[in-house]
DNA sequence: TTGCCCGCATTGACTGGACAATGGCGTCAG
DNA sequence: CTGACGCCATTGTCCAGTCAATGCGGGCAA
């Protein structure tokens, strides 16, 4: 019965008779509506939450939300900085769009969690550099980048400044005689886990992307792991491939 | 306080005192256990549910999910077969992981979607043929494919049989002369629609990524807009690329 | 021994009620 | 006019209870 309430809304949700922001019926408004107690409106509501199509602001009401994902692209933070050099790759991928980027960069040395430490192909007790960032954009939470680099290639290096690589951690690696030449990318759909939730500060139903990148030297050594916490609402992973032709093998 | 039994059930589940499959307390047991009303445990354990940490078989109990990704690469896609010949992608990327592959066809000519209709450059009116293809393994339904080709292209070609094609759809493409030589893929993270949650049998706080992809000929035309609904409980998302030089410019 | 049926433990659905927390808005005082 | 205070609508949390649905397993009959 409450999935009956839940399935109606939903349909005006997605027909467009309720537009993103609209403001929906209170919880009384439809108890009386539907001649159900409220506690049965609510769980209809909390179907609606969690499928990431309403929220809900205490004193306010429910409302239908709203979406505005942002472009991702891996592919980017390997190219050329085309404009302004002081921004990193980040700024300048979004900044295009009109909104204010702002980044928090904390370095640390640690044991790497498992893993990390399996696709950097070290052994128990080695240890990395860590440089965790939280990327904002008009001052909202965008999403989290860690990156992890042996530490014996890094050590002393810029990548232990807790500072913006205007040219990149990547080309910092390349300067080090560890260029880059293969990435191998992973990605996981999952839902948030609590930490995720605090510090993107994610309303419920929102799925994130967990995307994991490894970086290859030309001889084949891993010298970077980066991870990414792309929360759904704020996201699209977007990238382009040449396609091989079906004659010849990989 | 809800919340407080939760975590300390997430807690245990991502510590390993729990392990998959592991069977939790009964509600009962917890009541007494927490000393508060069965309403106040439920609603812990809804959140759980919604995490996609806890399943509920009823009258079993509740238990810690399981969780076995298959891997999903897009590019394999436009590999060459390397074994039987009698399978298409689909069924040799999953084979050699010892499931039981399976897919049901459906074939058909419509208006395509909006968003389909954009990344093929149709005008109003213009129909597309589609190959709705549902993929299971092992019984079990895996993800949803749908692929959409300008109507003009492939009128009366072995892409409008719902058979498989051994060779790949590409392949015949590329032998009506479209080879597809660029591919542009984009990538969401969702909840999944009502719909979704019925034809891929998913449970409770299950995302799903809505994964398009966009193939274009050597002369820029896009021939070819695949769109695939990737529970993400089943898959993790997997792509490899060349990194480009920061010296040169795409 | 085999097969059927029913009991029972467990979760699902729903009700009615109570009190807390929050933030906007109107009112009132300075 | 401005600022502070308090009302109030609305959602959040929690409780106690009732009845339904389900599937396993034990008991009973053939």
Redesign the pocket.
């Known amino acids: 019965?409450?999935?009956q309430i839940a399935d109606e809304i939903r349909g005006q949700i997605v027909a467009g008779d309720l537009e993103p922001g609209a403001k929906?019926p209170?919880?009384?408004e439809m108890r009386s509506a539907y001649?159900?107690?409220?506690?049965?409106v609510?769980?209809a509501?909390n179907l609606l939450v969690n499928e990431g199509l309403v929220v809900?602001a205490?004193?306010?009401?429910?409302f239908v939300r709203r979406r505005e994902p942002m472009i991702f692209r891996p592919q980017t933070e390997f190219r050329k900085r085309p404009h302004s050099p002081e921004m990193d790759a980040f700024a300048t991928e979004h900044s295009a769009e009109g909104r204010e980027p702002r980044q928090v960069i904390e370095v640390a040395i640690v044991e790497p969690p498992a893993e990390v430490a399996k696709r950097l192909q070290l052994k128990a007790g080695d240890l990395v550099a860590i440089r965790k960032r939280v990327r904002y954009l008009d001052g909202e939470p965008f999403n989290i980048n860690d990156s992890y680099f042996p530490l014996d290639i890094v050590r002393d290096s810029e990548i232990m400044r807790p500072e913006d690589i205007t040219r990149g951690a990547n080309e910092v690696l390349a300067e080090l005689g560890y260029r880059q030449v293969r990435a191998l990318d992973e990605l996981y759909v999952r839902m948030p886990q609590p930490e995720e939730v605090k510090r993107l500060e994610l309303p419920p139903g929102t799925p994130v992307g967990y995307h994991i990148t490894t970086g290859f030297t030309a001889e084949g050594r891993p010298v970077r792991v980066a991870t990414t916490v792309l929360p759904g609402d704020r996201h699209v992973i977007s990238y382009e491939r040449g396609l091989e032709t079906p004659g010849e093998e990989a």
């Open positions: 019965m409450y999935q929906l209170t919880e009384a001649d159900v107690s409220r506690e049965t609510r769980k509501l809900s205490r004193p306010q009401g429910h």
